[in-house]
């Protein structure tokens, strides 16, 4: 029962902050779009290499098959290092969005420069980190490609369980308290289990949460909306406008969800270390938000 009044209230203080410090959605915002960019000129350049070696010379698209004469050495090696690639941006990515978070946790004013400065510093613990999960990684899908049914299972579960395991890492080593990814993995273990029952409330709770919130909209807005104005108007414009316009609005509630998990993470991260001392501050610092916004509302209509 008190972790699930802790994880309601963790949830709360969360939403709090991104309420608060609404710039905390731009800055995500622009780290996501630059690490989407890093990742479509990796995608450029393995393409433009595979090019250059004839890879795609062998892809006959009149045979029943026209992947098969495709090399599959090439093959798997693109895919390895289009994930490593793709490992190593979501970690850095997730190292700027976990010191913002850090910061508007804290109440902490900081620029996009400063977290950058700060990032670069802990770069070689982030490296190490990121080595030990790309490797894990690498493994895991070459087992996968060798041997299929055993391969995936042990890649759901033993991926699963490094995921997990791993939650607080990054955010232990921007925050300083590890100088390596060994270092950073034992004190995301000893975090994560020093209050599981938050950790599993919060995370199920927001992914059940979410997944019911998609699907409805999906259903109701995306699908269903539009198909009643197509079939009652006969305009199948405005049903394909609306629904145009279901699809930007659920993109952009998804990205907010996002940052929501990413402050929650680091709330949970700070809940481990300081326990319910985390929740009083932030319900502190909540409180004196609104204060201000009070005392600004009377004076602006005086």
């Given at each position: 029962?008190k972790?699930?009044?802790?994880?309601v209230?963790?949830?709360?203080m969360?939403?709090?902050?991104v309420?608060?410090?609404?710039?905390?959605l731009?800055?995500?915002?622009?780290?996501?779009?630059?690490?989407?960019?890093?990742l479509l000129l990796?995608?450029?350049v393995?393409?433009?290499?595979l090019y250059?070696?004839?890879?795609?010379?062998?892809?006959?698209?009149?045979?029943?098959?026209?992947f098969?004469?495709?090399?599959?050495?090439?093959?798997v090696a693109?895919?390895?290092g289009?994930?490593?690639?793709?490992?190593?941006?979501h970690n850095?990515?997730?190292a700027?969005?976990?010191?913002?978070?850090?910061?508007?946790i804290?109440?902490?004013?900081?620029s996009f420069?400063?977290?950058?400065?700060?990032?670069l510093?802990?770069?070689?613990?982030?490296s190490?980190?990121?080595l030990?999960?790309?490797?894990?990684g690498?493994f895991l899908?070459?087992?996968?490609d060798?041997?299929?049914?055993v391969g995936?299972?042990a890649?759901?579960v033993?991926?699963?369980?490094?995921?997990?395991?791993t939650?607080?890492?990054?955010?232990?080593i921007v925050d300083?308290?590890?100088?390596?990814?060994?270092?950073a993995?034992k004190?995301s273990?000893?975090?994560?289990?020093a209050a599981f029952?938050?950790?599993?409330?919060v995370r199920?709770?927001l992914?059940?949460?979410?997944?019911?919130?998609f699907?409805?909209?999906?259903?109701v807005?995306v699908i269903?909306?539009?198909?009643?104005?197509?079939?009652?108007?006969?305009?199948?414009l405005?049903g394909g406008?609306?629904?145009?316009v279901g699809?930007?609005?659920?993109?952009?509630?998804?990205f907010?969800?996002?940052v929501?998990?990413s402050?929650?993470?680091?709330?949970?991260?700070e809940y481990?270390r300081?326990?319910?001392?985390?929740?009083?501050?932030?319900k502190?610092?909540?409180k004196?938000?609104?204060?201000?916004?009070?005392a600004?509302s009377?004076?602006?209509h005086q």
């Amino acid at each position: 029962m008190k972790s699930i009044q802790s994880s309601v209230a963790l949830t709360h203080m969360s939403l709090s902050i991104v309420l608060r410090d609404t710039k905390i959605l731009l800055r995500f915002l622009f780290v996501q779009a630059i690490s989407m960019i890093v990742l479509l000129l990796a995608v450029g350049v393995v393409g433009y290499g595979l090019y250059a070696l004839g890879y795609f010379k062998t892809i006959d698209f009149q045979a029943e098959d026209p992947f098969l004469n495709l090399d599959r050495t090439l093959t798997v090696a693109a895919l390895l290092g289009m994930y490593v690639v793709g490992v190593f941006v979501h970690n850095f990515s997730k190292a700027y969005i976990s010191t913002f978070a850090l910061a508007a946790i804290r109440n902490t004013k900081t620029s996009f420069s400063e977290v950058h400065r700060h990032v670069l510093q802990n770069v070689k613990g982030l490296s190490q980190f990121i080595l030990m999960s790309a490797t894990l990684g690498v493994f895991l899908r070459l087992l996968e490609d060798r041997l299929p049914w055993v391969g995936r299972i042990a890649t759901y579960v033993v991926q699963g369980a490094w995921n997990l395991a791993t939650v607080f890492a990054v955010v232990n080593i921007v925050d300083g308290q590890a100088k390596t990814g060994v270092e950073a993995t034992k004190k995301s273990v000893q975090q994560l289990t020093a209050a599981f029952g938050e950790n599993i409330t919060v995370r199920i709770g927001l992914g059940v949460i979410t997944g019911i919130f998609f699907i409805t909209w999906l259903i109701v807005v995306v699908i269903g909306l539009p198909i009643l104005l197509i079939v009652y108007l006969g305009n199948l414009l405005i049903g394909g406008g609306v629904a145009l316009v279901g699809v930007i609005m659920l993109v952009i509630a998804l990205f907010i969800i996002s940052v929501l998990e990413s402050v929650l993470n680091v709330m949970l991260y700070e809940y481990t270390r300081n326990g319910n001392e985390t929740i009083a501050m932030e319900k502190e610092l909540f409180k004196q938000m609104i204060s201000t916004k009070k005392a600004r509302s009377v004076f602006s209509h005086q």
